[in-house]
Antibody, heavy 125, light 106 residues
Framework: EVQLVESGGGLVKPGESLRVSCVVS????????MIWVRQAPGKGLEWVSS????????FYADSVEGRFSISRDNAKNSLYLQMNSLRAEDTAVYYC??????????????????WGQGTLVTVSS | IQMTQSPSSLSASVGDRVTITCRAS??????LNWYQQHPGKAPKLLIY???SLQSGVPSRFSGSGSGTDFALTISSLQPEDFATYYC?????????FGQGTRLEIK
């Protein structure tokens, strides 16, 4: 059974740092790209960052570029998101998800097929 | 790439046929996925590559479209289908979601 379990969320003050983690099981972690997606209270989904299977390709949303850092440890089946200089607008549930690939008949399309339950990060003074 | 869903909310009854649309600000070929989210839960993949049904998803869900205009159709609403639905493009490395469509019981 595929499982993704996030941890590390909590209450921090503006300007502080926090690292959230995602431990996976049930699949070969080192074969898959991974992402972080967040959801502010009562709002929609926002992609935060992506990392390829061997960490060779990393991408960030403009809203977190320069403040957040994604990483992974394939030996520990773990994905991380280091969040620095946190702001009130970073308050959200943070989800990790696995990136799958499907063929449309003409294109290989990336999608997010397994998600964790999320961890809540609250930034408030 | 901006993704715009319509409507933002929708009221319907069990057994109804409903369609949610998603428009991309530029052509994204078939790089379009649909997700369902119940309150307090993680999103669930329904449709990938515009029209391919994810394993385990009931056949009453279907997807269509290509280029800039896409649709998610639920052929006969069931009680468990009342949730929020999101489209998402993966045409570019900067992934974007639609704002969501909340499907409510009439």
């Amino acid at each position: 059974e595929v499982q993704l379990v996030e941890s590390g969320g909590g209450l921090v003050k503006p300007g502080e740092s926090l690292r959230v983690s995602c431990v996976v099981s049930g699949f070969t972690f080192s074969n898959y790209n991974m992402i972080w997606v967040r959801q502010a209270p009562g709002k929609g989904l926002e992609w935060v960052s992506s990392i390829s299977s061997r960490s060779s390709h990393i991408f960030y949303a403009d809203s977190v570029e320069g403040r957040f850092s994604i990483s992974r440890d394939n030996a520990k089946n773990s994905l991380y998101l280091q969040m620095n200089s946190l702001r009130a607008e970073d308050t959200a549930v943070y989800y990790c998800a696995r990136v799958g690939t499907g063929y449309s008949g003409s294109d290989y399309v990336l999608y997010f097929d397994y998600w964790g339950q999320g961890t809540l990060v609250t930034v408030s003074s | 790439i901006q993704m715009t869903q319509s409507p933002s909310s929708l009221s319907a009854s069990v057994g109804d046929r409903v369609t949610i649309t998603c428009r991309a600000s530029q052509s994204i070929s078939s790089y379009l996925n649909w997700y369902q989210q119940h309150p307090g839960k993680a999103p669930k993949l329904l449709i990938y590559a515009a029209f391919s049904l994810q394993s385990g998803v009931p056949s009453r869900f279907s997807g269509s479209g290509s280029g800039t205009d896409f649709a998610l159709t639920i052929s006969s609403l069931q009680p468990e289908d009342f949730a929020t639905y999101y489209c998402q493009q993966s045409y570019t490395t900067l992934i974007t979601f639609g704002q969501g469509t909340r499907l409510e019981i009439k």
